[in-house]
């Protein structure tokens, strides 16, 4: 049973937003997999809602490159067309990898990526990859247009840096933050699909020399929100690329992570797959076969 107030397909980012601004009982809704669902159980906050469709709101299912090569994803691209874009495929496979994990065939076709981070959960799929893409996020309302880093727009557990108006229209990937890099998306859940991730790791690594010139960690499901090792970055900087060192990277990064005890799993058995997987994640990128 759905309880709501009234419904209205827009056209365009400002007519969202401008009656988002003028009406406080308004809510976005885009492929809708987790508002109707809230909806349908009847959440308090969910309840005689005026919704707001923007997925006919025709930048927001763009995919491109600008004229820096930067990729650029409209926010309501769903999972389907991003584990299926050429663009995506070619200089991104993280994120088409990703993507191919999200629920099941029904829930990728309509999910969308905006809606994945609004949601503001750490264990969003696209999360942990876009804080390892370095992704910038553009927010418009019919005042103003802004673009911050993904890691600023998560506040705590499902909040996120959006005022009333506010919409997430673009994710940003810019070229520096793809290029010569490879990257490799681990997701560890009890069933095989459509299930949450008790654990995501994205890593993203450049090499040169047989040692690792830049690289990326970032994680899902180890925090209240998504998070990046970075101390365990920096230090990784120039280090040869054989097992002692990957070894030391795995239990550094256990120093910036903060799991939980839950009743997915005991806050031992996560830090020990964020060992195991940061390890498989690093191997698989040079090509070495991991060995437990």
Sequence with gaps: MYQLKSYTETNSIYQASEILINNENAMIIAGGTDVLVKMRDLKKSYIDKDLVGITRIKELNEIYKDKEENIIIGSCVNFTKLEENEIILKNIPILAKSSSLVGGPQIRNMGTIGGNICNGVTS?????????????????????????????????????????????????????????????????????????????????????????????????????????????????????????????????????????????????????????????????????????
């Excluded at 998560?154 to 005022?163: C, E, G, N």
């Excluded at 054989?242 to 992570?257: H, P, R, S, W």
């Excluded at 005890?261 to 990128?285: E, G, H, M, P, Q």
């Design 124 to 292: 969003a799929e696209s999360a942990s990859v876009l804080f390892a893409l370095n992704a910038k996020l553009e927010i418009e309302n019919i005042n103003r247009k802004k673009i911050i880093p993904i890691e600023n727009f998560y506040i705590d557990h499902a909040k996120v840096l959006l005022k009333q108006g506010d919409i997430l229209s673009k994710i940003i990937i810019n070229k520096k933050d793809y290029e010569g890099f490879k990257g490799v998306y681990f997701k560890f859940a009890p069933r095989n699909a459509m299930d949450i991730a008790t654990i995501g790791v994205s890593v993203m690594l450049k090499e040169k020399n047989n040692k690792i010139e830049d690289i990326r960690l970032a994680y899902g499901v180890a925090g209240p929100i998504p998070l990046r090792a970075k101390n365990t970055e920096k230090l990784s900087i120039n280090l040869e690329l054989n097992e002692k060192n990957i070894d030391i990277i795995c239990d550094n990064v256990l120093k910036e992570t903060n799991t939980r005890n839950s009743w997915r799993a005991s806050k031992a058995y996560r830090d020990n797959l964020i060992k195991v997987f940061t390890k498989r994640a690093i191997l698989n990128l040079i090509g070495v076969d991991y060995e437990n």
